[in-house]
Every structure is written in structure tokens, then in C-alpha cells.
């Protein structure tokens, strides 16, 4: 079956310095990767994918993903935290077995605190 | 460009009555999601819909709770006779189709609150 995890609750960063937010995964077949970001008392916003390709993914906010094959790892990254940064992130898998395909299940999520 | 839209965005129960939540996913998007989300846990995946057709609803409870997705009209998650322990915040989320690399675009919640 796939899962995520999300090894840290929290990550504390300075703003200015980079910040690096874990995610492994276990999947069978091709992984399907994402990570997405919720503000308090919003919806999920979608920061990143990785299908295929490059292993660095580029997404919004100046957010970047490194996808690790042999580590079972997708790590989302920032060179340089903002204060606004401070959010939740969450790492998710696509479902792509079974009759679930196309769920996306969902590490618990990290709470990522910039402090200026 | 309206994106998943979902309402209400707030809604408030006695214990015993009715919750109805809509969700009308991105314009092109034929697939929608329900997930769950409890006070300071993560999200839990509910249900999964396509046009007059449950996919898989493995993650719906076995009572009280159903969903649909008619031919016209928004996604439907309906509570029936609330208990205290449904308050939570409801996503709706939507995706073109169900190929794996498909984006799946979140709405912005509905707050339950059982009184």
C-alpha cells in the first residue's frame, strides 16, 4: 500500500536561512508526488509535483522539491525563509493501485515557523 | 478562473440534525474528492467521485454519511443526525481526470461545528 511520512511535527527556521521540510514515501510502481501548503483556517494550496524527469522539481513561492529514488525521499526546500512561510505543509502520494486510483493520501503534515 | 468552490464556508449543528456541504470542482474537472480534517491531525480521505458514479468510498464511514455527484449541479456531502465528534473541516477537491500525474486542486473548506 502507499504511504508518506513526515518525520518532523516542526521545523524552525530564521528567516533568511534555508529550510528543508522531509517527506519519504513507500509506493509500489511509478511515484506520484506532491506537496502542498495550508495557511490557518484555509484550503490546501498546490506548490509542487513530481511525475518524471528532473529530479528537482521547481514550484510556487520559490519552493523547490528534490526527489530521491534510492532514499524513497521528496524533501521540499526553500534558499532563504520568509516569515510568511509559516504554514503547514503536507507531502502526498497519488494512489495508483487498486480501485483507489487517483486518491491522493497525505503525510500528518509539518508546521514550518519562520522567526524573523 | 474560478477555482473549487465550496459552501458554506462555516456551518453549525445541534447534535441530531442535517449537514449538507456543496462543492462545484474547477470548470473542466469531471473528478471530486472528499477528505476530512480533524482538529491538528492531517487529512483523511472520505470519498471519491466521478459524474453519477462513486468511485471508491472506502474512506466513508458505514453510517450517517453519503456523497454524490449528479449529472447537474455540485458534489454533495450529506451528515445525517450529527454527533459531536463530525466537527471538522471538510475538503473538496477536484481533478481533471485519473491519470496519476493529474494535479488535484483543493477548495477551501467547510467548517462543521456540532453543537
Known amino acids: 500500500a502507499q504511504s508518506v511520512a513526515q518525520p518532523e511535527d516542526q521545523v524552525n527556521v530564521a528567516e533568511g536561512n534555508p529550510l528543508t521540510v522531509k517527506c519519504t514515501y513507500s509506493?509500489?510502481?511509478?511515484?506520484?508526488l506532491f506537496w502542498y501548503v495550508q495557511y490557518p483556517n484555509r484550503g490546501l494550496q498546490f506548490l509542487l509535483k513530481?511525475?518524471?524527469?528532473?529530479?528537482l522539481v521547481k514550484g510556487s513561492y520559490g519552493f523547490e522539491a528534490e526527489f530521491n529514488k534510492s532514499q524513497t525521499s521528496f524533501h521540499l526546500k526553500k534558499p532563504s525563509a520568509l516569515v510568511s512561510d509559516s504554514a503547514l505543509y503536507f507531502c502526498a502520494v497519488r494512489d495508483n493501485y487498486g480501485g483507489s486510483q487517483g486518491n491522493l493520501i497525505f503525510g500528518k503534515g509539518t508546521k514550518l515557523s519562520v522567526k524573523p | 478562473n474560478a477555482g473549487v468552490m465550496q459552501n458554506p464556508r462555516h456551518l453549525v449543528r445541534r447534535r441530531g440534525q442535517e449537514a449538507r456541504l456543496r462543492c462545484s470542482p474547477m470548470?473542466?474537472?469531471?473528478?471530486v474528492y472528499w477528505y476530512r480534517q480533524l482538529p491538528e491531525e492531517g487529512l483523511k480521505f472520505m470519498v471519491y467521485?466521478?459524474?453519477?458514479?462513486?468511485?471508491?468510498e472506502s474512506g466513508m464511514p458505514k453510517e450517517r454519511f453519503s456523497a454524490e455527484f449528479p449529472k447537474e449541479g455540485p458534489s454533495i456531502l450529506r451528515i445525517q443526525q450529527v454527533v459531536r465528534g463530525d466537527s471538522a473541516a471538510y475538503f473538496c477537491?477536484?481533478?481533471?481526470?485519473?491519470?496519476?500525474?493529474?494535479?488535484?486542486?483543493f477548495g477551501e473548506g467547510s467548517w462543521l461545528t456540532v453543537v
Open positions: 470548470k473542466g474537472h469531471s473528478h
Open positions: 509506493v509500489s510502481g511509478n511515484p506520484y
Open positions: 477537491a477536484s481533478s481533471p481526470g485519473r491519470q496519476p500525474g493529474n494535479t488535484i486542486y
Open positions: 467521485l466521478q459524474k453519477e458514479n462513486i468511485i471508491d
Open positions: 513530481y511525475i518524471t524527469g528532473d529530479n
